[in-house]
C-alpha cells in the first residue's frame, strides 16, 4: 500500500525530537541513539552544525504534517574524477508505522536529483552489514557495492 508522495524540505530545529526518535526506532539505533524528554544538547549542537555547513542539509519527508522520513546528505569535493563533487547520504530512517510505502524511495529519489543539482558526479552510501534489507533496497534504486568499506570507533571525548 502507498501513500500519498511525501513533501520533503530541510529540517528545522524543532523536528530534532522526532527525528531522533526515528533515528532510535530500530535496533541498531536503540543501541547509539538517546531519545529522552528532554533530548541531550548534543543532538542540538550537532543540528546547528549542520544547518549552518552549505554542503551539509538534513532533509525531512513530511506527510500530512507528520515527518515520516530523514536523510543527511553531505556534499564532499574531491580531487578524483577531475575534482568533481560526491553526494554522501547518512541517517536514512523512515518511520516504522510508512515503511513498506515508498517513503524511502521517493525520499532516495529526491536526494539523487538534488546531487544532480549540486552538480554532484556520484552518490554514495554506507549501511550497516547487518541491514541485508536495506542493502537490496539500494540495491533496488541503482547502486552498486562497489568498495569495501571500514570505520575506526574513536574514544567519545568531553567538549
Known amino acids: 500500500m502507498t501513500i500519498p508522495t511525501p513533501t520533503f524540505r530541510p529540517a528545522a530545529r524543532n523536528d530534532v525530537p522526532e527525528i531522533v526518535r ?10 547509539r541513539e538517546r531519545f529522552s524528554d528532554p533530548l ?4 542540538y549542537a550537532a543540528f546547528d552544525a549542520i544547518s549552518t555547513d552549505a554542503n551539509n ?8 504534517g507528520a515527518i515520516v522520513g530523514v536523510l ?15 553526494a554522501l547520504i547518512e541517517n536514512v ?14 525520499l532516495m529519489r529526491w536526494a539523487i536529483a538534488r546531487a544532480e543539482e549540486r552538480g554532484c558526479r556520484l552518490v554514495q552510501l554506507t ?19 562497489t568498495h569495501e568499506g571500514m570505520k575506526l570507533s574513536l574514544p567519545q571525548t568531553k567538549s
Not at 40 to 43: A, E, F, I, V
Not at 72 to 86: K, N, V
Request: hydrophobic content about 35%; glycine content about 8%.
Open 22 to 31: 526515528m533515528l532510535a526506532d530500530d535496533p541498531l539505533g536503540s543501541q
Open 40 to 43: 541531550p544538547d548534543s543532538y
Open 57 to 64: 542539509e538534513l532533509i525531512v519527508a513530511e506527510n500530512d
Open 72 to 86: 543527511q546528505l553531505t556534499f564532499i569535493p574531491y580531487l578524483t574524477y577531475q575534482g568533481s563533487w560526491r
Open 93 to 106: 530512517r523512515v518511520a516504522a508505522n510508512v515503511r513498506g510505502r515508498d517513503i524511502g524511495s521517493a
Open 127 to 145: 549501511t550497516d552489514k547487518s541491514r541485508t534489507h536495506a542493502k537490496r533496497f539500494y540495491e533496488k534504486l541503482g547502486f552498486h557495492a
